[in-house]
Each structure stands twice: as C-alpha cells, then as structure tokens.
C-alpha cells in the first residue's frame, strides 16, 4: 500500500492484489456498503437537516419499517418499533415496560450479562433466575416461574448463536424477549418464536449505531400497555407505549439521526431486493464456512466455540496457538487497512473476531484469510 495510507500500525508488506477489496470486518460498527453512502450524498440538500416531524422523512421511517416487516415475514398483529438509544436502551425499556414480576436471563457473555444486570438492579422486579454458561459455550432457557424469557441470538462477545424458539412448557403469560443486535439480518429466524426481537442499525444493517428497532407481539404491546396502566414509575424516555404510539405514526419519541434511518433503509432494500432473509443468512453461511473450514485445517488455529452447532455464522471467532501473537496479526492487518479484527476487549483471548455481516463479501473473507495467513509466516 502507498506511504499515504491512512492506518497505522507496523510496516505493510502484503502485495495490494493480495488485499480484500473493503478491509472492514468489524463486529459493530461494521461495513457500510458506498452505495449506502451515495444513497446518503444524493439525499443530501433536500432531505438531511430537515424535520422529523414532516412528510419526506416519515416516508423514510415508513419505507424501513415495512422493509424489516418484509424481510422478517412479520406475522399478523406484530409491530415494527423504534426509538434512539441502542440496544443498551432497549435493555432498560424492557426492564421497564415487559418484565412484569421476575425474568430469566441466559448469560452467555458481556451482552447477555448486561440485560441480566438491568433487571437485578430494578428495584420493581424480584431478581432474576439466571442460566450462565462459560464464554464459548451455550445454553437455553428452561421454564420457571418467570414472565418473561431473554436470549441473545448471537453472543457478539463470544461467537455463539443460539436457537429462536419459544420456551418449552410455558404459557402465554411468558415473554420471549431475543437480542437480535447482531443476529438480526444475518441468522433466519421465524419471528413468531419472539415477542419482542430487538437489534440495532450498525451491525447487519450496515448503518451507524444509536437506534434500537423490535419486532413486538401483540402480547409483548399488551404487556407494555398493562405495565403502564398498573402505575409503574417509567421515565418517559424508556416508555415503550410512547414509543408504540410514535412509531405507529412513522416517528420517534425524541429526534433520530436521519442519517442513520436513511443508510439502515437503504440496506434493508438492497437486502430484500437481493432474497430477503434467506438470501442474507445464505451470504452470511458462505462467509463463516470459509473462516471456520479455514481455522480447522490450520494447525495454528482453532474455533473458540467448541460445538459446532453453537458457532454463529455472522461472528466468528478464532484462536491462536500460544506461539502465535494474536494482537500482533490484528495490528499488522490494521496496517493494511484490514479493521477491526480484534477480540472482544473483556474475553482477554489470543483471538481474533471475524464480522461476516450480509455487507461482507464472500470473496473478500478468501481474500483475508489468505492475508492471516500470510501475515503469521511473516511474524517474528
Ligand atoms: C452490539 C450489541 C449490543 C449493543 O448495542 P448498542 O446499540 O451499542 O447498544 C447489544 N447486544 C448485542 C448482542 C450486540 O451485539
């Protein structure tokens, strides 16, 4: 690459031909595909900085919020729901707004943990029945005397996905609340299984962060309303009913960055005009059988997910053999313009994170795993 390339890092070496064409493999923020960014540009002087409340913008969210009720077959009497704050947001909403006396939490990594916290520290809430597993590992939830269920899709700290389906022998009182963060867009689903399946923009959707989106069941909006009318103390920024209620009318409760609704709505339309779901999780499929494939038949490298069938095909992690410096990779593939590669900061492994996002070229994960490779026999 040229002496003006802008990563820093150790001196580059690998050929520009060996290089993927977009270096960006990020976890979250990841890969914006330019077509969203001319998208963007084109909207620029009529568009951006103008009003949420008034018609051309509402159009957008309209636009987005049948695009997902499109690409996840949304079943009859589900809502598509936004507000600003992230998924960390929602965490606090459905503390809440849809855990009525008791949750159960399966923990299995950093983001799954936080939502656990979220509820022990309600002081409304009795504390939650919590199911742990070991980083890398999986496991489910079992019925109990809860009302509500949550799960992560995908454990983005670890690389474990893990299966959407309702809880086995509870009854309609029971809430399914699925982290779909990074899962959702990537890993098909059938979104009856949910009642509230939440994500964020910069993930599968190839836009920047600060939104949070759900799909809600009709008894997952039930709940919300009860919650609200039974007097609960709700600050008005977590309120889920107020968020329904603006959503229903193609607005946020509090002002949106418009140019977050306008990158998301473009890919949701690139996503549904390639195949929709199945297209996605079939892209997403390619990408990880590359990197897992490639990590089994290298003998310095191992899958950290153990079970095959726990291994998330959007975020996949890979160890290293000790005589391998695995932050030394990253920070030379970060010289190459080749991102993000590194471990989620807490799990403290010699690994690298592959983000296999629906953006993400299945040529381009070839194209970097051949630079890992390359960039190992070049180590000291
Ligand atoms: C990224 C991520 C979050 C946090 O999302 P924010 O929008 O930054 O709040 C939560 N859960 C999972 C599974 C994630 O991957």
């Known amino acids: 690459m040229s002496a003006a390339q802008p990563f820093d890092g150790p001196p580059t070496f690998l050929p520009d031909s060996m290089l993927p064409a977009d270096g960006r493999f990020g976890s979250g923020p990841a890969k914006i595909r330019q077509e969203q960014v001319d998208a963007l540009t084109a909207l620029g002087r009529s568009w951006l900085g103008t009003s949420h409340r008034q018609a051309p913008v509402r159009r957008v969210v309209g636009e987005l919020r049948a695009g997902l009720a499109d690409f996840f077959a949304l079943p009859d009497g589900y809502e598509v729901v936004l507000g600003n704050g992230g998924s960390n947001a929602f965490w606090d909403i459905a503390t809440s707004c849809l855990v009525l006396r008791r949750a159960q939490h399966v923990v299995i990594g950093e983001f799954s943990a936080k939502f656990a916290a979220a509820t022990t520290a309600a002081p409304f809430l009795a504390d939650p029945d919590v199911r742990r597993a070991e980083p890398g590992s999986a496991t489910t939830a079992q019925a109990a005397q809860v009302d509500a269920y949550a799960w992560p899709h995908n454990e983005t700290s670890t690389g474990v996905a893990l299966p959407v389906q309702r809880v086995a022998g509870t009854g309609p009182e029971a809430l399914m609340l699925v982290d779909g963060t990074s899962g959702a867009g990537g890993l098909a689903f059938d979104a009856e299984q949910a009642d509230a399946y939440y994500f964020a923009p910069q993930k ?52 949106p960055a418009l140019a977050t609704l306008a990158l998301m709505n473009e890919q ?91 953006a993400v070229q299945p040529d381009d994960v070839r194209a970097l795993v051949a630079c890992v490779d390359a960039v190992v026999e070049h180590l000291p």
């Open 204 to 255: 599968c959707f190839g836009s920047d962060g600060g939104l949070w989106l759900a799909l809600l069941s009709p008894a997952a909006i039930e709940r919300a309303e009860r919650i609200g009318r039974d007097g609960r103390w709700i600050p008005a920024f977590l309120d889920l009913v107020a968020a329904i209620e603006n959503s229903r009318k193609d607005q946020t409760l509090n002002t």
């Open 268 to 358: 949701v339309r690139w996503l549904n005009e390639n195949g929709g779901q199945a297209w996605a999780a079939q892209r997403c499929a390619s990408s990880a059988a590359i990197v897992y494939d490639w990590a089994q038949a290298n003998p310095l490298t191992t899958p950290f997910v153990a079970v095959p069938a726990h291994r998330s095909q959007v975020v996949a992690t890979i160890d290293f053999d000790d005589s391998i410096d695995a932050a030394a990779v990253a920070a030379t593939l970060r010289a190459h313009g080749i991102v993000d590669l590194e471990p989620y900061r807490k799990l403290g492994r010699n690994q690298l994170r592959f983000g296999l996002y629906p």
